[in-house]
């Protein structure tokens, strides 16, 4: 066991592990991956450290950094649930221009600036600002309110596993999924046109004016922009409930189609009292 280390610098309010290493690293003058391994001779890089840190390590870190073991495992998405995990961005998404993030070089990077599913700072509430996709405005004002309600519900489901009648963050992706719009567009670009667009018909007009829309359910991290859409989505669904997910079915088609129903049948079929799972179709 290495020993403990002469000076260590103090997490800041909801700073992100990978980047407290790296403020040590800054301090004591050596590359982040050597400290790293100073302190982790197993770990392969500090971006596995942020999702994988076993509670073992953490106990190992604590007595280097002379702190609790929670506290250092709490600045991991270690403990959040596995299917959070797609919702987590590899770079900051986003910022709070209200939090100050101190004096130090490098400043710290806080863990909700990666979690896809937040947009407002959880320390002070204001609306975060977009880092990738900037001067996008805010297209989905009228959805606050339910926004607000649906990153409670994505919060509760990947930190705690608070859910109701099924998981906040897989209602999130299935909305994600493509659908066939009707009447059918001659000139459109199919690849605008989601699922959560039947349930925020003024999705179709802000993707119409998008170069591009690469989210989807197996990578479902959508721009800061368009974010509350997706939230008041999951909310407006989640009180609906199951049933509402019988109807957008209805919107989807050939292999989408067989998804949805695979991932929603379990759901729908108790609450009409229905048998188990259908026969899909054949593409």
């Known amino acids: 066991m290495k020993g403990r280390l002469p000076v260590v610098l103090p997490p800041f309010a909801g700073e992100l592990f990978s980047s407290w290493i790296a403020r040590h690293a800054a301090f004591y003058g050596v590359p982040a991956p050597t400290m790293l391994r100073h302190c982790l001779p197993e770990a392969v890089s500090l971006h596995i450290a942020d999702r994988t840190l076993s509670r073992d390590q953490a106990i190992r870190l604590a007595e280097m950094f002379s702190m609790d073991a929670e506290t250092v495992r709490q600045m991991t998405f270690a403990n959040l649930q596995k299917t959070a995990h797609r919702f987590i961005a590899k770079e900051p998404l986003q910022r ?31 609306p975060f600002q977009d880092l990738v996709h900037c001067n996008r405005g805010r297209p989905f004002n009228q959805y606050h309110a339910a926004a607000l309600r649906g990153e409670k519900l994505l919060q509760d489901d990947a930190e705690r596993g608070i859910q109701t009648w099924t998981s906040p963050l897989e209602l999130a992706r299935l909305l994600l999924m493509r659908r066939v719009p009707w009447p059918f567009p001659r000139d459109a670009e199919l690849w605008r046109y989601r699922v959560l667009g039947v349930v925020i018909p003024d999705l179709d007009n802000v993707l119409a004016r998008e170069k591009s829309f690469p ?68 593409i």
């Open 96 to 126: 709070c221009s209200n939090c100050k993030s101190g004096n130090s070089d490098p400043g710290p990077i806080l863990r909700s600036q990666l979690l896809g599913w937040r947009i407002i700072c959880p320390h002070c509430g204001r």
């Open 215 to 282: 989210p989807s359910p197996k990578h479902p991290i959508v721009p800061l922009h368009i974010r509350p859409a997706l939230l008041a989505g999951v909310a407006i669904v989640e009180r609906a409930g199951p049933e509402m997910l019988l109807m957008l079915q209805a919107h989807t088609f050939g292999h989408n189609r067989n998804r949805f129903i695979e991932e929603t049948d379990h759901l729908i079929n108790p609450a009409f009292g229905l048998p188990g799972p259908r026969q899909l179709q054949l």
